[in-house]
């Protein structure tokens, strides 16, 4: 077998078992998934509000205007 890992239970260490190694490499690449999901709807959002705030502005719109607007 690979790498050995280790958890900590009630202070003591204990050696994973194969099944819970597995689980914890699933439960890693999956929350490696959420969070790019999230960080590129944040990023999609950021460059929306760029976009809408040139649009705004290139119809003569102020920058105080398009702040209260948004």
């Not at 709807?41 to 502005?57: H, M, P, R, V, Y």
Request: hydrophobic share 35%; net charge negative; glycine share 6%.
């Amino acid at each position: 077998m690979g790498t050995q890992m280790y958890k900590i239970i009630n202070g003591n260490q204990i050696e994973m078992t194969t099944d819970e190694i597995t689980a914890l490499e699933k439960d890693r690449v999956n929350t490696t998934a959420e969070i790019k999901t999230i960080n590129d709807a944040f990023e999609k959002k950021k460059q929306n509000t760029i976009s809408g705030k040139q649009k705004l502005k290139a119809l003569g719109l102020t920058d105080d205007e398009v702040e209260a607007l948004l």
